[in-house]
């Protein structure tokens, strides 16, 4: 790489600039290596010449490991060695095979007596670098290089790899590079080339063992997706492959293929299950909406829909989603707590919104499923109802076997904590993040004693964002103000009340139980609210959280809020 192509260099006068050139030298290291590690004394200042390299350091707070960049050609590191002889204030690790260039203290020194301005220089630049770092900004990771291995017998790897480079092109700028073998005197400076010529790669890989050209797919890739077919077991040596591939810098997905024209997904032979990977995206032959999901979900570009809890308010969800539909804003990954966790699991089940909205209907309006009462030992229902339409709605569906990636927010009393569901039986999951505490009994499991997500996040915008796939449109329906009009009484209650000594304009139980399991801190509705693209609140302030009656009005706000959004561009960030 000659100085001109060098932006470190850039500033420098020519002569500089060649007095640098001369004292680099290369420096080769295998991908998952360590260049240098945090606590080591810095000796040198690196260029990147091809390849890619992650730096993370270990928060002493806690001991975890945080990703603070990836960095790609033509960037420097570690100035401040050249400068300081602290020790490394963080580890830059190889993400694959990477060609360097290293420039040390002693040859820096010698360039310094030279040229006195290259030392003023540099720490122009270390002074940027710091500034830029300590703005806070979250660490984006966007895959530029992909493998895909088949891990079961049936998938076409290269088909696939193909198809997927088509998917992304339609839905990014550039052109994407597609290789199925190693091009003929290929070497590394080769790829390096080639990746530069295209904005995305993928590396079509046949084999899990024994495989050279597989070797190399998988340690180019930014991102791995292993394809399977489902109920059929793994190739021989398939786990022994993935498992030194793990890394908090590389991303494994399972994209499992489907059959055209099936309900539900097939479910993944148990061993396959057992893989790691952080997410299962399902795609149907033949169908482009998958694979276009495929790649939005792959390149960080996905549309994530979080729906918050609200009792009755959450009937606002199904107007949104009529809105998204019409204006041709396909959802790729969708979650929620409470009543949102429902229509979430709807959309997540790929029901089209007239559908969601019948089964809304027949399930809430048309029998409220709140008002089986009992003696309350555990709580006011014995929460039978609930169970049965839960279980009419989504039978024995599992969470990691629906169309969209899903989750749900339940809070667990036994821990203090949210807990995420992103497995598990969907009914179950379900029953847990609506169960009001002292309304409905709450779900006891494993992990603990289980209630309603909304009193720790009723809008998990947070969880979502943190999949780090795409931007997240959140639909708040839980943080208008409740009890604003005097409920309407009968002569009996008006009597009941007056016997015992409490004023008309008091609340029942049920819906105080109800708005105080749905209202979060304020603290965990901003952190929520400030991890999300775009946040949606219909107004919601003269609905009642039990008025399951009034479901033609509620949804028709939220269709309004809806569509208001998107005529004045308000879902630009996200659509």
């Not at 952080?278 to 694979?291: A, K, N, W, Y």
């Not at 570009?301 to 396909?330: I, Q, S, T």
Request: aromatic letters at 6%; a negative charge; charged letters at 20%.
């Amino acid at each position: 790489m000659s100085p001109a192509a060098i932006p470190f260099l850039a500033g420098l006068d020519p002569a500089a600039a060649s007095a640098v050139g001369r004292r680099f030298a290369s420096v080769a290291v295998a991908g998952g290596v360590p260049v240098f590690e945090q606590g080591e004394e810095g000796d040198a200042l690196y260029i990147l010449v091809s390849g890619a390299v992650g730096i993370s350091a270990r928060d002493p707070r806690d001991g975890q490991t945080r990703r603070l960049a990836r960095l790609t050609p033509p960037e420097a590191f570690g100035e401040m060695a050249l400068l300081s002889h602290e020790p490394r204030s963080a580890t830059a690790t190889a993400l694959r095979d990477t060609h360097l260039l290293r420039l040390g203290r002693s040859a820096f020194e010698e360039i310094v007596a030279e040229h006195p301005s290259t030392l003023l220089y540099v720490a122009r630049l270390l002074a940027e670098r710091l500034r830029v770092a300590s703005g806070g900004h979250a660490f984006d990771h966007p895959p530029r290089s992909f493998a895909v291995l088949a891990i079961t017998d049936g998938p076409d790897a290269a088909a696939f790899g193909h198809d997927l480079a088509r998917a992304f092109d339609e839905a990014l700028p550039g052109t994407t590079g597609c290789l199925t073998d190693w091009p003929e005197g290929a070497d590394e400076t080769w790829f390096h080339e080639y990746e530069t010529r295209h904005a995305r790669t993928i590396f079509v890989a046949h084999r899990v063992t024994d495989c050279p050209w597989c070797k190399l797919c998988l340690r180019h890739a930014d991102h791995i997706l292993l394809l399977a077919e489902p109920e059929t077991p793994p190739r021989p040596g398939a786990a022994a492959c993935i498992e030194p591939l793990r890394s908090a810098w590389i991303q494994i997905d399972l994209a499992i293929r489907q059959p055209a024209g099936v309900s539900l997904p097939r479910p993944l032979h148990p061993a396959v299950a057992a893989l790691p990977s952080s997410m299962r995206i399902q795609v149907r032959d033949g169908s482009v909406r998958d694979r276009a999901r495929l790649a939005r979900l792959a390149i960080g570009k996905a549309r994530g829909l979080v729906l918050g809890g609200g009792g009755a308010r959450g009937l606002a969800h199904l107007g949104v989603l009529e809105a998204l539909a019409e204006a041709d804003f396909p959802v790729d990954f969708v979650g929620g707590t409470s009543m949102g966790a429902i229509v979430a699991a709807s959309v997540a089940m790929d029901l089209g919104p007239a559908e969601i909205r019948d089964r809304m209907e027949a399930t809430f309006v048309g029998r409220n499923p709140l008002n089986d009462y009992t003696l309350p030992f555990h709580a006011l229902t014995r929460g039978l109802k609930v169970d049965t339409a839960l279980r009419e709605s989504f039978g024995a569906a599992r969470i990691e076997e629906l169309w969209l990636p899903y989750l749900c927010v339940s809070s667990n009393l036994t821990t203090g904590a949210a807990m995420v569901h992103r497995s598990g039986d969907l009914a179950t999951a379900l029953r847990a993040s609506i169960a009001i505490p002292g309304l409905l009994p709450p779900v006891v499991s494993e992990e603990g004693i289980l209630v309603d997500g909304g009193m720790m996040n009723n809008l998990p915008a947070d969880v979502m964002a943190g999949l780090g796939r795409g931007p997240v449109l959140a639909i708040d329906v839980g943080s208008d103000r409740a009890f604003t009009g005097m409920p309407a009484r009968s002569w009996t209650g008006h009597l009941v009340r007056r016997l015992l000594g409490l004023p008309d304009a008091m609340p029942g139980i049920a819906p105080l139980l109800l708005r105080a399991a749905t209202v979060s801190s304020d603290a965990q509705t901003m952190m929520s609210v400030s991890r999300a693209t775009v946040v949606l609140k219909p107004p919601l302030e003269g609905v009642d959280l039990r008025d399951w009656s009034s479901f033609a009005t509620t949804a028709a706000l939220g269709y309004r809020c809806t569509r208001e959004a998107i005529d004045a561009k308000g879902l630009a960030g996200w659509a």
